[in-house]
């Protein structure tokens, strides 16, 4: 069981900090650090948050096959952040973080799967009660 948590604290780690860091790597290398420099330091950490917020419930609706948390998640910051969409440079940002998170969440928790799966102790089949991988087959 040790050997469960590890690897899912690993995962978990990937998706939320790291993500962030690389998140604003790659703000930083396209030039789109200057979208947020006008922003109040509560509002830039608001956005680390939200960021690590939206990870955590894209792989839940990963884990759980559930396409329609992603739908939502992608259409609830869509809309939340309408108004600003009209400014180049903010919807530029916008869709950078945003299929930057996408993709490293699909990424991480694929491989947090597989390994989970494969190597691991099958968490996702012991904590949301599913059906045996090998009676699926």
Known sequence: MLHG???TAVALLLLTYVGNVICRLIFKITG???ATAQLPAPD???????GILERLILSAG????SWEILAAVIALKTVARFQKMD???FAEYFLVGSMFSILWTLT???VWSAYDQHFGVDLRHMLFKLPDAQATR
């Open 62 to 65: 990963i884990l759980l096959h």
């Open 108 to 110: 991480v928790t694929g």
């Open 44 to 50: 830039y950490r608001a956005g680390r948050v939200i």
């Open 87 to 89: 400014q180049r440079e």
């Open 32 to 34: 789109l650090t200057a």
């Open 5 to 7: 948590v590890t690897y």
